[in-house]
């Protein structure tokens, strides 16, 4: 039986594994902001009211090299476009959530809050049986918790930054990269999605030169055609020339 | 610069990349084939987000098998494949990292 409580605390231990992959990333950000000029109050500002990992991060490069406010805020907006094809994904599944809902929900999220929180609902749609009444506060316990480690590390990152110089070149932020690619590997399960992936990530590979990494939304917009196109057109050719194969068989 | 413009503004836009279509998208039935679509989207975002930081060095393609982010990202990839689990999948991957970058850093 699933209760408010229960799906709270489910989102929280369905995220623990992701927040083990943040807190170096969330550390490294703290360290990385203030030694690239930033104030300490700013760079734990920047955390409790932009809460973006990846923006924030550049934002720190960007201050460092002596950008202005306006090509900051521009590449924000630009490395953050990909939450609108997160939140378009999870939108039916919070749909008839009052705004005292939907106003946090879409504050707090992030890679991985959304990781967790479609993976959940996709799990739902497949089991066919009648989704729990309370499964936003699944999403919301996830969010939440991402939220305050994310603060708390920005704060240890701080402190960090401040007494070692050089903590932004440990290599912590690998963690962020083996993170996610224990995110994508289990959902590569189809010959459509490994097609998506890879066509995505020969994009990125060669866009990456591209301002404002515009080049990592030609790529997840390409590896999304690709496995449309595969999943729609081809997909179906494989199955019928297996099916041919199976009753030659025969 | 002020800080505090500069942390207005970038909350501003994340907010709005954020929230709106959260809430309008939610009233509307999408299309069967822009859900279709969609499904492809935590895949195909997070891998165009680590592969230039896996392969790419300094703008050009380091593809030898010194480069510690390859062999770290290859052994997080291979442990996810065998025992699907997030943890081992981030602990072998940092491990092999940091002992590639002992070696060859």
């Known amino acids: 039986m699933h209760t408010r409580r229960s799906e709270f605390f489910d989102g929280f231990k369905a995220i623990l594994p992701l927040i083990a992959g943040a807190i170096p990333f969330g550390i490294i950000y703290g360290a990385i902001a203030v030694t690239q000029g930033l104030s300490p109050a700013a760079t734990i500002a920047m955390s409790l009211f932009v809460f973006a990992g990846a923006a924030q991060f550049i ?3 960007l201050i460092g090299a002596g950008a202005g406010a306006g090509l900051i805020i521009f590449t924000t907006f630009i490395v953050n ?25 879409g504050f707090w999220l992030t890679d991985e809050s959304y990781a967790v929180a479609i993976k959940r609902y996709n799990a739902d749609d497949e089991s066919g049986a009648e989704p729990s009444p309370y499964r936003h506060w699944f999403f919301i316990g996830a969010a939440v918790s991402m939220y305050i480690n994310w603060q708390i590390c920005t704060l240890i990152g701080v402190v960090a930054g401040s007494t070692f110089e050089d903590s932004a070149n440990w290599g912590l932020d690998f963690a962020m990269v083996v993170t996610f690619i ?21 994009v990125a590979l060669l866009l990456d030169g591209l301002p404002h990494k515009l080049g990592l939304m030609a790529a997840a917009f390409a590896g999304i055609a690709a496995g449309y196109v595969l999943e729609t057109y081809i997909a179906p ?3 019928a020339r297996q099916n041919i194969r199976k009753r030659l068989k025969t | ?26 009233r509307l039935d999408l299309p069967p084939a822009l859900t279709r679509a969609l499904k492809y989207v935590p895949a195909v975002v997070l891998t165009a987000i680590i592969m230039p930081e896996i392969l790419l060095h300094g703008g050009t393609l380091d ?7 390859l062999i770290g990202a290859l052994v997080a990839g291979v442990i996810a494949w065998r025992t699907r689990d997030l943890l081992w999948t981030i602990g072998g991957g940092m491990a092999a990292f940091f002992a590639w970058r002992l070696l060859f850093g």
């Open chain 1, 59 to 61: 934002a720190a490069g």
């Open chain 1, 81 to 105: 476009l990909r939450h609108i094809l997160y939140a378009a994904s999870l939108a039916p599944y919070v749909r008839g959530l009052p705004a005292a809902w939907l106003l946090p929900l």
């Open chain 1, 182 to 202: 224990g995110i994508v590997v289990p959902l590569v399960v189809t010959r459509p999605m490994l097609g998506a992936v890879l066509t995505a990530g020969t």
């Open chain 1, 237 to 239: 050719q494989w199955r």
């Open chain 2, 1 to 26: 610069m002020n800080e505090w413009v500069l942390i207005s503004g970038m909350a501003i836009v994340t907010f709005s990349v954020r929230y709106p279509v959260l809430a309008i998208l939610g």
């Open chain 2, 63 to 69: 593809v030898a098998p010194t480069n510690p982010r």
